[in-house]
T-cell receptor, first 112, second 112 residues
Framework: NAGVTQTPKFQVLKTGQSMTLQCAQD?????MSWYRQDPGMGLRLIHY???????DQGEVPNGYNVSRSTTEDFPLRLLSAAPSQTSVYFC???????????FGPGTRLTVT | QQQVKQSPQSLIVQKGGISIINCAYE??????FPWYQQFPGKGPALLIA?????SEKKEGRFTISFNKSAKQFSLHIMDSQPGDSATYFC???????????FGRGTSLIVHP
């Protein structure tokens, strides 16, 4: 199993551009989440999903959209990038009934 | 409002020493307390976890100590090695939840 994969690994955007961060998992996990990691701020939850077709907002959802059309994929869309969205983004998945989250390798995003 | 407070933010230890990272929480509904380890450029991964019905859990050189009355828990790394250099996150989950509340992280450096 590849586990949780994320693409791209690095991305530079200009203010106002849009893009989609991809996340996929091959473990048939029901739950998926997106976090951003900033120095001194830990891991902050952006959006999460308990299954295909179901998504909800986390702690810092503004400026981001998600959808979950399949169990495997959970893309994160930046609608109009801002410098404040410069961060490292992690996707995670977990199995129903388990408390363990499996994280992807992350995407480092810079918005200039 | 920080639900899980983690300290210190950074820690430098000599090889062979003991590393201690502390976390405190307020929500008495938390019933599962994992620690995640993150190496540079990688996603976090579950290291060790404890439930509040035990006061200590040990896995190799890593030990979680749990004080339910004080609402505190800590990670002890015995005989710290340079390979332990990483960021450590404590977390807490309420019953039935699969989304952890993370502390802000501790950057550990173990000098050879």
């Amino acid at each position: 199993n590849a586990g949780v994969t994320q693409t791209p690994k690095f991305q530079v955007l200009k203010t106002g551009q849009s893009m989609t961060l991809q996340c996929a998992q091959d473990m048939n996990h029901e739950y998926m989440s997106w976090y951003r990691q900033d120095p001194g701020m830990g891991l902050r939850l952006i959006h999460y999903s308990v299954g295909a077709g179901i998504t909800d907002q986390g702690e810092v959802p503004n400026g981001y959209n998600v959808s979950r059309s399949t169990t495997e994929d959970f893309p994160l869309r930046l609608l109009s990038a801002a410098p404040s969205q410069t961060s490292v983004y992690f996707c995670a998945s977990s199995r129903q009934g388990s408390r363990e989250q499996y994280f992807g390798p992350g995407t480092r995003l810079t918005v200039t | 409002q920080q639900q899980v407070k983690q300290s210190p933010q950074s820690l430098i230890v000599q090889k062979g020493g003991i590393s201690i990272i502390n976390c405190a929480y307020e929500n008495t509904a938390f019933d599962y307390f994992p620690w995640y380890q993150q190496f540079p450029g990688k996603g976090p991964a579950l290291l060790i976890a404890i439930r509040p019905d035990v006061s200590e859990k040990k896995e190799g050189r890593f030990t979680i100590s749990f004080n339910k009355s004080a609402k505190q828990f800590s990670l002890h790394i015995m005989d710290s090695q340079p390979g332990d250099s990483a960021t450590y996150f404590c977390a807490a989950l309420t019953g039935g939840s699969y989304i952890p509340t993370f502390g802000r992280g501790t950057s550990l450096i173990v000098h050879p």
